[in-house]
């Protein structure tokens, strides 16, 4: 069992017990603290002050034993300390540390096989070039656990974020859908009346053909009567009533009671139905749509993602590689590295708003000028100015300013052309060889939204 060093001190000396005696009163002593008490004339316990026998006391042969052992771990382990102060190899003080091997050595090492022409330094000077080094390693530590924290903060907020993305998505999906099943109820229930109508136009048709041929079956009843009564009449009134009969069984003329075009046109109401109610919903499709993981966190985006306006107040979004972080900027959905596009852009009443292409690999976590070198071709409008900005930028003279503006792509020319969709003039080209895929860029620093406009569907089935 191993007791507390404090549990093993005399409370005279305030060092290990020497020889320790024991008191009537329990407390313990050196034999040699207690005597030195004594002969000052103090013949009570140096603790409690309660008085003894003035004989020797008895030692505490268990508490002697115990402080014995404890004595004699200290000096093993101060003995194995010194030793460790020793090459294990030959005894000698380690002295020299060896550059090479990285551990300290003795000056027989040195002339050893091992450590010849090893550079060493005296353990002294490389005791401090080894702290400086750990130092270093230390701070490069701390400044890794210190990215790391950031790291792991930012993937925190990012939890949260995609959270709030996943709830907004599904909301405007919903939004959306209901969108598209309030116009499908309206259409079931215009195509559902459609068939009623025409039941009960059908059934009233028939119904009144009905009535028709009732009135005739009761006149060619009447009719059979009175012959079968001129029949069984004399023959002579017979004979006198011949011609008259005659002719009345010829006043009969039966209708051909065509019942042609009376059943629902079935054919009418269910052919290609879904594909004639796909034609009569107004869905608007957007050639372009933006990127929301790309934008400005002071960039606001619709719902629908096709219109952006500028807010003061910057929103809590992640620190994503992919996002513009130094300027109210944000680039389409979707890479273009071929073909012919365009997409037209209704800017309105916003006084600050740049138009045009970016780079893919254009820098989006520092503020770049937007030139061509930079990887950007746009169209500036500001300080009630068009440009292009090109190197350096470009002034346009122009007979209005735009309110809509169509940016049309040929990747494969190198060429993109900004054209005033109102009236179809064009307001400036670029012509350039573009070596990697382009994004549909914009910008804005105003609270007017601009919104990119969308193109009517033209819908044809395919004949085989």
Known sequence: ????????TCPVCCDIF?????????????????????????QGCPVCRRRGPKANPPSNLALRNVCEALQQVKRQNS????????????GEKLKLFCLVDKQPICVVCQSSKQHKNHNCLPTEEALVDCKDELFSSLENLEEKLKTLSHVHRSSTETLKYIKS???????EIKRQFEDLHQVLRQEESSRLEAVKLEEEEKMAVVTEKMDELSAEMLSITENISFIQEQISQ????????????????????????????????????LSNLKYRVWEKIDVDYTPVVLDPNTAHPCLRISGDLTSLSYSKEPSRCPDNPERFHMSAEVVGMTA???????????????????????????????????RPENGLWTLCFRDG??????????????SKIPTQVKVQLDYNKGKLSFFDSVDDTLIYDFTETFTEPLFPYF??????????????????ALRQ
């Open 234 to 269: 004399d023959g002579i009134i017979l004979l006198k009533n011949f011609a008259a009969t005659q002719d009345r069984s010829k006043d009969i003329y039966l209708d051909s009671h065509n019942m042609a075009g009376l059943l629902i046109d079935v054919a009418k109401h």
């Open 385 to 398: 100015e068009v440009r292009a900005m090109t190197s350096p930028p470009t002034s346009l003279t122009l």
């Open 443 to 460: 910008y804005t620093q105003s609270c007017h939204p601009i919104r990119i406009m969308p193109e009517k569907l033209l819908m044809t």
């Open 165 to 171: 993305q996943t709830l907004e998505t599904q909301k």
């Open 18 to 42: 020497k020889d320790p005696v024991l008191l009537p009163c329990s407390h313990s002593f050196c034999r040699n603290c207690l005597k030195r008490c004594r002969d000052s004339k103090f």
């Open 1 to 8: 069992m191993i007791f507390p060093e404090e549990d093993l």
């Open 336 to 370: 273009l590295g071929s073909g012919s596009h365009h997409w037209v852009v209704e800017t309105g009443s916003n006084p600050d708003w740049f138009l045009g292409v970016a780079a893919m690999s254009v820098q989006r976590d520092a503020e770049v000028s937007a």
């Open 79 to 90: 003995e194995q300390g010194d030793n460790k102060m020793n090459c294990d190899l030959h």
